[in-house]
């Protein structure tokens, strides 16, 4: 048969990755008529250019053989997300949910895959915990992490090192249960994704006393002034059964020469807890103010589970939390809670989506944020569903922010949607600098104003941080906000 014959339809070279493969058949099949539906061609040929480029260069950065060569979980991860790229494009400030955002730096950088860690690591890198995960550019470092004396039928490691059999077949139902749409920055960490860390909790096992420590770590960066911008995309599945328990500590922090340098941390983490099963989870955000941090997390809660989330973030020079949470049964609970600083030139963002679609569902938020800086900026946008069926529903949300400079922004936006009408639900939100009286009681008592004012700030946040429940992380937390709020 001839190459030119017109019944031979087009293929692709076979050495190119997927996502190109898609685009080029989805643009030879595109309709021609122009009221066409809006079918994958239609969006493929739509795409964005900058989106397909950096998705390219996150694909050709996982060499065909470790693509070949990757676990079942992550080679469905990133078919799917190269799929939904085909339809996603650049978010501007026009687009309402990064409309406080500002990723213009991004775009203009020069954005390269981090590949796989070579150099020697921080030998100080450590925790305080017996349970420590360390994950180093995306992928997992075992000869860095310490977990043998996790409770057995506890797993923590990498996906490629699950063995056959009731725990990994449970990490493929959860993966395929799917956690929900997310939105470009999702699908790029699933397409650029190099490995998953798992960790697993098998029913009725508690791991509350010492956590389980993630410790998320950037080795490489670019020079500050520099276009160059390296990009990791680490990921993180958590599966706890019915009836278990664990405490987890997620740190993200930059190592060796990247403490200061200029890298963008794309990172996912999705939660499943089971039926009665219970999750605290200490999320502490720590980068080098250069560098930019968007982080994803999704967690799915069964009947009469609780989430906990306690989550202090103070690097970056942007900082942007998408975290989405559903309640999939009656008398779940969920209790978040974050506090973020904003000094020079930084942005902290948090976006949270809570869904509630089941009766007797119970949920607190309380955002509470520092802006010390006039270049600083604050944002939160806290959405609470209440659905027809969540009825005896007790929903609150607070957001509290000081805005200790002249030109110091916040955009806050607390947001209740309610359709059930046997609920009891409440709002509210506050900025302002610190108070006069308060200010004035202190002096009253003999506390010169600079002091006054640094008590005042750093209590402000204490209410967060005390809620960490591991104390070594607690304690350097705390250490490293007193510095840091002296200097304001």
């Known amino acids: 048969m001839s190459c030119c014959s017109s019944s031979v339809p087009f293929a692709p070279p076979p050495t190119l990755p997927p996502l190109r493969r898609r685009c080029r058949a989805a643009a030879l099949t595109l309709p021609t008529t122009a009221r066409a539906p809006r079918s994958a061609a239609v969006r493929a040929a739509l795409s964005d250019p900058f989106v397909l480029e950096i998705a390219e260069k996150l694909e050709d950065s996982l060499s065909s053989s470790d693509a070949a060569a990757s676990p079942l979980p992550l080679q469905k991860l990133r078919d799917s997300a190269s799929q939904s790229l085909l339809s996603k ?29 070579t150099i020697p690591l921080d030998p100080a890198l450590d925790s305080p915990s017996p349970h420590l995960l360390a994950i180093v550019d995306g992928h997992v470092a075992p000869s860095l992490s310490r977990l043998a004396a996790l409770p057995s039928g506890v797993f923590a490691g990498s996906v490629s090192a699950l063995p056959p059999g009731p725990t990994l077949d449970r990490v493929l139902t959860a993966l395929a249960e799917g956690f929900g749409d997310g939105d470009l920055f999702w699908d790029l960490n699933g397409v650029g994704a190099p490995d998953m860390a798992v960790i697993f909790v098998p029913a009725g096992v508690r791991v509350v006393d010492e956590p389980v420590h993630v410790q998320i770590c950037y080795s490489e960066g670019g020079e500050v002034g520099s276009e160059r911008l390296p990009v990791s ?32 941390a794309n990172s996912v983490m999705e939660i ?79 976006h949270s989506t809570l869904i509630l679609d089941h009766p007797r569902g119970y949920s607190r938020q309380l955002h509470k944020c520092i802006v010390s800086h006039s270049s600083g900026h604050a944002v939160f946008d806290g959405n609470i569903r209440v659905n027809r069926f969540a009825q ?42 610190l108070e006069e009286d308060q200010l004035f009681y202190f002096q009253t008592r003999g506390i010169d104003l600079t002091t006054a004012r640094q008590a005042l700030i750093f209590s402000f946040g204490s209410e967060v941080i005390s809620r960490i429940p591991f104390e070594p992380i607690r304690k350097s937390v705390t250490s490293q906000l007193k510095h840091s709020l002296a200097t304001q």
């Open 89 to 117: 494009r650049w978010p501007s400030t026009k687009d309402e949910p990064f409309r406080f955002t500002n990723l213009s730096f991004l775009r203009s950088s020069l954005l390269l895959p981090v590949p796989s860690p």
């Open 233 to 264: 995309s680490p990921r993180v599945l958590v599966v706890v059964e019915k009836g278990a328990e664990v405490a987890i500590v997620e740190e993200h922090l930059g190592i060796g020469g990247s403490a200061e340098r200029c890298y963008w």
């Open 272 to 350: 499943l807890i089971g039926e009665g099963g219970k999750v605290v989870h200490s999320y502490v955000q720590r980068q080098s103010v250069n560098a930019a941090h968007i982080k994803w997390t999704f967690a799915r809660q069964e009947t009469s589970s609780v989430y906990e989330l306690i989550e202090v973030s103070t690097g970056g020079r942007l900082s942007r939390h998408n975290l989405h949470i559903q309640q999939l049964g009656p008398d779940t609970v969920t209790e978040l809670s974050a506090f973020h600083v904003c000094q020079n030139n930084q942005t902290q963002d948090l």
């Open 392 to 433: 005896q529903t007790d929903a609150g949300q607070l957001t509290r922010t000081l805005l200790l400079a002249p030109r110091a922004a916040a955009n806050v936006k607390p947001n209740l949607q309610i359709v059930a009408d046997d609920v009891k639900c409440s709002h509210g939100a506050a900025i302002s600098d």
